[in-house]
DNA sequence: CTATAATTACTGTTTAAGCAGTAATTATAT
DNA sequence: ATATAATTACTGCTTAAACAGTAATTATAG
C-alpha cells in the first residue's frame, strides 16, 4: 500500500516506460506531438498539465486509462 | 465497438455520475473545490482541462483512474 | 583526465484555461 | 397559463501552463 499520489504514480510510469521504449524526453515529446517541457513536468508530478497532453503522451507510450465507477456494472456504460 | 473520444467517454461518466449522486454542476464544482465552468467543460468534452481539476472532480464522484501498461505484470510497479 | 555529445533541467514570453459574473434555459409551483 | 426557482450555458478578465530557447548536467570518446 503506498500513499504516493496519483501524479506521482504518473510520473513514474511515464519515466519507466520511456526508459524502456529508449527515449529521451525531447523524442517522446516528438512522438507525442507535445513540447518538451511537458514531458519532464509529467515526470516531475506537477499536477497542472492539460488532459489531453497527458493522454497523447500515453497513447505515444500505448498506456491505456481507465475508469471505474463505484456503481456495479457502470463501467462500459 | 464505439468510436467515441476518451474525453466523450469522460464526458458521458462525469455527467451520469453526476446526475445518479443527485448533484447539480455547482453542487459537484463546490463538492470538488473546483470552478463550475469546469463541470460544464468537461461534460462538453474539453480536452484542455488541468488534470488535477479532472482528478479532483472523479474524487468527489469516487471515480477512480488506473493506467494499463502494454507490458506484463507492469501496472503495479 | 579533457573534450564533445546527448540529455535533462530551468527560464521568460505568449497564449489560452479557470474563474466569477451574467444570460438563457428548464423545472416547479400556484 | 404566469411567476419563481433552480440549473445550465455563455462571456470577458486574470493568471498560469505550454512552448522555444538556454543552461546545467550526465554520458561517451579519445
Redesign the pocket.
Given at each position: 500500500m503506498s500513499d504516493e499520489t496519483f501524479y506521482q504514480q504518473l510520473a513514474r510510469f511515464i519515466l519507466n516506460h520511456r526508459k524502456i521504449s529508449g527515449l529521451?524526453?525531447?523524442q517522446l515529446a516528438e512522438l507525442a506531438g507535445?513540447?518538451?517541457?511537458?514531458i519532464?513536468?509529467l515526470?516531475h508530478a506537477k499536477p497542472?498539465?492539460?488532459l489531453d497532453?497527458v493522454v497523447k503522451v500515453l497513447h505515444a507510450l500505448n498506456i491505456k486509462i481507465q475508469l471505474h465507477s463505484p456503481i456495479e456494472g457502470f463501467d462500459d456504460v
Open positions: 529521451s524526453q525531447l507535445v513540447g518538451k517541457t511537458v519532464y513536468d515526470e497542472s498539465v492539460q497532453t
